[in-house]
């Protein structure tokens, strides 16, 4: 079965691809020739996952999935959530990011967030949501060189390390991503 992944995230590609059986062909946005930015406006991760989807499959013809991603932070009522990569402004910043959210949570009380990823699956005309969840907590200061994002700063519960302190096996094994893609991959054994 031959799958776009409605991404131009190189690291979020390689991910998810390590976690695909072999019968499942992932295929990029540049490998359909797509390179416009398809514009995530939707104000949820559901949504934000389906407008990308549906541009694929109404644009390009292919079945399609697209994933979106938030860090929910209890302190700040779920901020940055669906605004994550852009919580720093433009152009998106991983390091910008993570040290606005640091200084945001200079006094907060609690430091309990969580991961959220929503996937959007366009197959043969019909539509299908997945969601995996990842709670955990803000470290104060950076931990780890592996991963991306707000990887450096994110300790899983029950986890001592960060998930940039951690191998790609071992954050897809827990991760939000990794579980939301372990249902799209269990759904897609079944069919």
Avoid: W
């Avoid at 803000?138 to 994002?149: D, T, V």
């Avoid at 940039?164 to 054994?189: C, D, P, W, Y």
């Amino acid at each position: 079965m031959k799958l776009v992944f409605a991404t131009n995230n190189l690291n979020k590609l390689a991910e998810v691809q390590q976690m695909l059986p072999d019968s499942i062909e992932l295929v990029s946005l540049k490998d359909i020739g797509c390179y416009e930015d398809i514009p995530e406006t939707a104000t949820t991760l559901e949504g934000n996952a389906q407008i990308k989807a549906n541009h694929i499959t109404e644009t390009y013809g292919y079945n399609c999935f697209a994933d979106d991603t938030g860090l929910e932070v209890e302190a700040l009522n779920g901020a940055p959530g669906v605004y994550s990569a852009r919580y720093a402004g433009e152009p998106s910043n991983a390091d910008n990011n993570m040290d606005k959210l640091l200084h945001a949570l200079n006094n907060a009380s609690t430091r309990a967030a969580q991961f959220r990823t929503a996937i959007c699956l366009n197959l043969n005309g019909e539509q299908f949501l997945f969601e995996g969840v990842c709670t955990g907590e803000i470290l104060s200061e950076r931990e780890g060189a592996k991963g991306f994002g707000y990887d450096p700063i994110f300790k899983p519960t029950g986890h001592p390390r960060s998930f940039a302190n951690m191998t790609a096996a071992e954050k897809n094994a827990i991760s939000h991503r990794g579980l939301a893609i372990q249902k799209l991959v269990n759904f897609l054994k079944a069919l």
